[in-house]
């Protein structure tokens, strides 16, 4: 199947972006990679009067290194990262997780501000920068916003911004040089969707510890008690059952090894990068 016809355009900056989507009202489509919208517009499952390419915006495909985080833009592909042409603040954590999306193909094409949008449940980007608590920012007409990833993703498939809206970028905040991160995902096979993720990050330092669980169906939950979770005094399958308690617990085995081997990897780990 092909998609209905639609106009195509590339404006030059975001503000041409958001003055196209608001005088659309809502018939216009954002395109970035276009490896998930692509097949949905081929399957008919999506139907767009116009689609605004800003897979080439500049204001989207930089990076901007601040003293206590890193800004990278919502057009910077999963192998930019990958393959650290992006500084990544959490020097190697992001790398990594990049590297195991998809398979390389898909990876040259899809941008981490396309992934978030998109908000498949089992996405790896939902996850990982909910676990490292970054903002995403967004931009309007008239206003800017920066909100918490996990405020952003607002349910499956589905995202906080207005019809008039652009994703600008995520904030991801430095972690410290004594901090613990491990993730971890289940996938029938290598560049699969996870079928069951982990994620947790103890900071110290700056006192934050977060532990995520994802392809829930669901935007990436964040459990109660983190760290108890990380401390080891909150077993994961109680964890589990603590901050999910309408779900059937026979259905959340891989979640909870998930979480155990999130765990392993990080209490390995000594710093960032590591
Ligand atoms: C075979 C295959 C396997 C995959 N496996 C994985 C996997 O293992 N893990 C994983 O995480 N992902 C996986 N993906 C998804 C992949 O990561 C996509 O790149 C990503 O979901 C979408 O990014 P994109 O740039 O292609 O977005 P697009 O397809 O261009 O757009 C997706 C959606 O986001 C909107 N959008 C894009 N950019 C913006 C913006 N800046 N502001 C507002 N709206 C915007 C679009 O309007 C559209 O609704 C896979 C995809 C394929 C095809």
């Known amino acids: 199947m092909k998609p209905v016809s639609f106009d195509y355009s590339v404006p030059e900056n975001s503000l041409a972006v958001v003055e196209h989507l608001k005088n659309a009202q809502g018939t216009a489509k ?23 390419d800003v897979g080439l915006l500049a204001e989207v495909r930089k990076c901007v290194v601040n003293q206590d985080n890193v800004f990278i833009g919502a057009g910077i592909t999963h192998a930019e990262i990958e393959d650290g042409d992006v500084q990544d603040p959490t020097n190697g954590w992001m790398r990594e997780a990049a590297g195991n999306i998809a398979y390389r193909a898909v990876r040259s094409r899809g941008t981490i501000g396309g992934s ?12 990982v920068l909910t676990g490292l608590k970054a903002f995403a920012i967004v931009q309007g007409l008239s206003s800017n916003r920066k909100l918490p990833v996990e405020n952003f993703i607002t349910g499956p498939f589905t ?12 904030e991801v905040p430095k972690p410290s ?8 995902k289940f996938m029938r096979q290598v560049g699969e969707f996870a079928k069951a993720s982990a994620v947790i990050y103890h900071d110290e330092h700056k006192q934050i510890t977060r532990c995520a669980i994802g392809a829930l169906g669901r935007q990436p939950l964040l459990l109660h ?5 990380f401390d080891g005094t909150l077993t994961p399958a109680n964890a589990i059952k603590e901050s999910l308690p309408d779900r059937d617990f026979a259905e959340m085995t891989m979640h909870v090894t998930a979480i155990e081997r999130a765990l392993s990897i990080a209490r390995n780990r000594s710093e960032p990068g590591k």
């Open 159 to 170: 995202n906080d911004l207005k019809e008039d809206e652009i994703l600008m970028g995520v």
């Open 177 to 184: 040089a004594t901090a613990k991160w491990g993730y971890w």
């Open 225 to 229: 008690n983190p760290e108890k979770i």
């Open 30 to 52: 954002i395109v970035a990679g276009n490896q998930s919208l692509g097949p949905m517009l081929n399957l008919r499952l999506v139907r767009t009067n116009a689609l605004i």
């Open 116 to 127: 978030l949008c998109h908000a498949d449940p089992a996405a790896d980007w939902l996850i």
